[in-house]
């Protein structure tokens, strides 16, 4: 059974909006979105505020972590800026009918995703999944989702074919979806430290026929991989990144997402892999590296 939920906001400028929004993900938000004149929740003429979806329970830690870095970033004191914040109760229930009311079908390169009320008219060549939004992270909405979906078409289109993927993070378990339905001949393992996400993926793939294909759980028991997709955040990152360099394989590749921009040179410098690529989109920054076919 999923927890309840905390909704967490902040009045912020336009300018404001999505630096305050990257860092409520950053601080471990389940889910995101601005308010204003024009949304479904409508704010006042002349205000925005961003919205944190985080689990009931967890909301000192959150403020703990969020409100000295976003202080430091806009410019204000912390007493006062935390002054501003409002938390409200909200049930599944209430969560479950605003998705009904805003979440829609998306497209990132050849993959579709839709809710279960949706129906969709796929294109050739299409891959479609089915993916109710509940509080665990990874509908294909935010950035970093989208930019490891776009980065795993990348790796595929180049003739990378990988044949063992973890997926550290796995949070609806899409980008192990994703990957399934690229590489064929692979085995994935889908990891969560999130018991809730844990269930929420293993019903999602379970939904999509892929659980044959996709081990979903807690933890994972060490084994040698060629492709690592990592969408966390950067503390974690760092944390596991030895983890997953002394088990990937020489030519293997690592997909990091999650990171912010002024985060992305200490991540480069301190994995120390040859990078493939690094793109970015706003505030968020992707990097794959690659591990030499020669060792490293």
């Given at each position: 059974?999923?927890?309840?939920?905390?909704?967490?906001?902040?009045?912020?400028?336009?300018?404001?909006?999505?630096?305050?929004?990257?860092?409520?993900?950053?601080?471990?938000?389940?889910?995101?979105?601005?308010?204003?004149?024009?949304?479904?929740?409508?704010?006042?003429?002349?205000?925005?505020?961003?919205?944190?979806?985080?689990?009931?329970?967890?909301?000192?830690?959150?403020?703990?972590?969020?409100?000295?870095?976003?202080?430091?970033?806009?410019?204000?004191?912390?007493?006062?800026?935390?002054?501003?914040?409002?938390?409200?109760?909200?049930?599944?229930?209430?969560?479950?009918?605003?998705?009904?009311?805003?979440?829609?079908?998306?497209?990132?390169?050849?993959?579709?995703?839709?809710?279960?009320?949706?129906?969709?008219?796929?294109?050739?060549?299409?891959?479609?999944?089915?993916?109710?939004?509940?509080?665990?992270?990874g509908t294909g909405l935010h950035a970093t989702t989208r930019l490891v979906m776009e980065a795993i078409e990348q790796l595929h289109a180049s003739g990378f074919r990988p044949t063992r993927i973890l997926d550290m993070g796995a949070g609806t378990g899409i980008l192990s979806m994703a990957a399934a339905s690229l590489f064929p001949e692979a085995r994935i393992w889908a990891v969560d430290n999130d018991p809730d996400a844990v269930e929420t993926a293993a019903e999602v793939i379970a939904n999509n026929g892929l659980s044959d294909r996709i081990q979903v759980g807690l933890s994972w028991s060490e084994a040698p991989v060629?492709?690592?997709?990592?969408?966390?955040?950067?503390?974690?990152?760092?944390?596991?990144?030895?983890?997953?360099?002394?088990?990937?394989?020489?030519?293997?590749?690592?997909?990091?997402?999650?990171?912010?921009?002024?985060?992305?040179?200490?991540?480069?410098?301190?994995?120390?892999?040859?990078?493939?690529?690094?793109?970015?989109?706003?505030?968020?920054?992707?990097?794959?590296?690659?591990?030499?076919?020669?060792?490293?």
């Open positions: 059974m999923l927890n309840e939920w905390v909704e967490v906001s902040l009045p912020v400028t336009t300018e404001q909006e999505d630096e305050v929004a990257a860092l409520f993900v950053w601080a471990g938000a389940m889910g995101v979105e601005v308010r204003d004149t024009t949304t479904l929740f409508a704010e006042d003429r002349g205000t925005t505020r961003v919205v944190a979806y985080i689990e009931q329970g967890t909301e000192k830690a959150f403020m703990d972590l969020l409100n000295p870095v976003l202080a430091a970033s806009l410019d204000q004191p912390e007493e006062e800026l935390a002054e501003r914040f409002r938390m409200l109760p909200i049930t599944r229930q209430e969560w479950n009918e605003f998705w009904k009311k805003t979440f829609d079908v998306q497209r990132i390169g050849h993959f579709v995703i839709r809710p279960s009320w949706k129906e969709v008219v796929p294109e050739p060549g299409d891959t479609v999944f089915v993916i109710d939004p509940g509080m665990a992270f060629d492709l690592v997709l990592a969408n966390i955040q950067r503390d974690v990152l760092l944390e596991l990144n030895p983890l997953f360099q002394r088990n990937l394989d020489p030519g293997g590749r690592m997909v990091f997402s999650g990171i912010l921009n002024d985060q992305i040179d200490e991540i480069r410098e301190k994995t120390n892999l040859p990078v493939v690529r690094n793109w970015h989109e706003g505030e968020w920054e992707l990097v794959v590296f690659e591990k030499p076919a020669t060792g490293g």
